[in-house]
């Protein structure tokens, strides 16, 4: 699982997925986790000691926990409530987690000028895209053959001047 610790004593946490076959909830947060700078860290079915260790050093206020049950299990979220408050970010798939991280990070709608747009069946163009994303402010959003709702929904919502969609069409 992948950790985003924010200067305001916040983590982000999401799996660490199979980098071969998904886009991971790491690439989702990691555009929000550079907009407020904040490292990743890794972590799977339990917390390694590693994380364990900086998470007791950083001292999170909140730990917002990126995916539903089956990327992030109740036991790992229980494991983190001993570090701070737990708030998990998920939607019924990973087009409506995208939308859920932007939500949450990106709370001043009409305030967001760059969106980026990745498919979601692949990793390697949301992982580019979040470096993006980060740098200038701008979440990480995905769509498939079609846009999904969460997604349309989301972009409505931000009313951003620009969509940068990341990738091509192969």
Known sequence: VCFFFFKQKT???IYQCDWSSDVCSSDLAAAAGGYV???VLLVGDTVPAATANELARLNPDVIYVVGGTAVVSSAVETALGSYGTVVRLAGTDRYGTAAAVSASVFTNAGAVSKVFVATGGDFP???AAAAAGG???GPVLLVG???PAAT???LARLNPDVIYVV???A
């Open 135 to 137: 740098y200038v402010g």
């Open 152 to 154: 349309a929904n989301e």
């Open 125 to 127: 163009d949301a992982l």
């Open 145 to 147: 053959d079609t846009v």
């Open 167 to 169: 990738g091509g069409t």
């Open 11 to 13: 983590a982000y946490e």
């Open 37 to 39: 700078g904040g490292p």
